[in-house]
């Protein structure tokens, strides 16, 4: 089951590697109506409990009052490796303004793999082990990367799915700092 997911995954990845998330053009671009933190609800972010790559159990909880980015990727997958740096990038520029990035690695290998792949990369925030069924809490993963940006209050704020303009998901991100 876990392979025909994958499976599936791996050719929405590749299909929507050029799509944009809702709340954005064609080209990626974020209405400035958005940019400025006029984003809607989305829906309310699910309750969830994983282990982090180092084993450790990690909750959603853990991380109230914060703004969440949530990340589903894997190790195989291009844009997600394309975007990882803009990622800690992110992390670095706004932890101290209350933004936690979470890597949810959707990847069938050991967890110490995909730490290793974490650590060559250099990624500064949690990697959590997932699957289907914590990708089907948030609604359904249909391509990766997918990421949902989550207010403070816990609330869904934006979906994107595949790659975007950096710069226009920074300032969508920023928004809710």
């Given at each position: ?31 400035p109506l958005l940019a400025r933190s006029a984003l809607p609800v989305v829906g309310l972010a699910p309750s969830w409990t994983l282990n982090d790559v180092d084993g450790r159990e990690v909750k ?118």
């Amino acid at each position: 089951m876990k392979s025909i997911f994958q499976c599936g995954l791996l050719v929405a990845a590749m299909l929507m590697t050029a799509a944009c998330g809702q709340g954005e053009s064609a080209k990626g671009h974020i209405p400035p109506l958005l940019a400025r933190s006029a984003l809607p609800v989305v829906g309310l972010a699910p309750s969830w409990t994983l282990n982090d790559v180092d084993g450790r159990e990690v909750k959603s909880t853990d991380f109230k009052g914060k703004v969440v980015v949530v990340d589903f990727w894997a190790t195989w997958c291009p844009p997600c490796r394309k975007e990882l740096p803009e990622y800690v990038a992110l992390q670095k520029k706004y932890a101290d303004r209350g933004l936690v990035i979470l890597g949810f690695s959707l990847d069938e290998l050991p967890a110490a793999q995909v730490k290793a792949f974490a650590e060559k990369m250099k990624v500064n925030y949690p990697i959590l082990m997932a699957n289907a069924e914590t990708a089907e809490a948030f609604g359904g993963v249909q391509g990766l990367p997918t990421a949902f940006v989550i207010d403070r209050e816990g609330q869904i704020r934006h979906v994107k799915v595949g790659l975007s303009d950096p710069e226009a998901y920074e300032k969508l991100i920023a928004s809710l700092l």
